[in-house]
């Protein structure tokens, strides 16, 4: 009987890094996608694709909600976090802003929120985190399948920076992050990966 992986190859959780998908992945909805990891752990896995804007602003959106804000929001398009639960917004922020009602603190100083109260505190001067982005649905994967894709070469993973995570250049942002681990997105083969 084999020990299935549960975690990343050296037995960390890969939550605080990004994935960043290879050439040649299967599925469409992760093409050049960037991935933060919010939660890793032996049954589960979940992440916010950081480059997938959709056609709908954070003021747009706040507005149909019936948020009321007491600042002029900036024009930042809403993301396409992932596949799972499209309709559910997840807030990923800087960690100046806390929900007691449910912030998930995740590393190096960025938290996740999914409930209402965050996105009142963006559209206030007072509250609002120094850094967010709004993405509706999140990339979700059951017990060892992230590693198994990991092993499959799937994924590369880097150290996330404020600019990959919050930076509004959506179109460079995978180039972006392969340059930071030394990755030419030129030299990588099509035939890499197989999600």
Not at 33 to 42: P, S, T
Not at 77 to 89: D, I, Q, S, T
Not at 99 to 118: F, K, N, Q, W, Y
Not at 163 to 192: C, E, M, N, P, R
Request: with cysteine; aromatic share 6%.
């Amino acid at each position: 009987m084999t020990e299935a992986l549960t975690l990343h190859e050296d037995g960390e959780s890969l939550a605080g890094r990004l994935l960043i998908a290879m050439p040649g992945i299967e599925d469409p909805r992760f093409e050049r996608a960037v991935i933060y990891v919010c939660a890793h752990g032996e049954e589960h896995a979940m992440g916010i694709t950081l480059n997938r804007p959709l056609e709908i602003t954070l003021p747009d959106l706040l507005t149909r909600l019936g948020v009321k804000t007491d600042i002029v929001l900036p024009e930042q398009p809403v993301l396409f976090g992932g596949p799972v639960e499209r309709e559910r917004g997840f807030v990923l922020h800087t960690d100046d802003y806390v929900s007691p009602e449910g912030t998930l603190e995740i590393s190096g100083g960025v938290a996740l929120t999914a409930t209402r109260d965050v996105l009142e505190a963006m559209g206030s001067q007072a509250r609002r985190p120094r850094r967010s982005l709004l993405a509706l649905g999140y990339a979700g994967w059951g017990a060892g399948q992230l590693e198994q894709e990991l092993k499959q070469n799937v994924w590369l993973t880097c150290e996330p920076d404020e600019t990959l995570l919050f930076g509004d250049d959506h179109d460079h942002k995978w180039a972006a992050a392969l340059a930071k681990i030394g990755v030419s997105a030129g030299s990588l083969s099509s035939l890499s990966g197989r999600a």
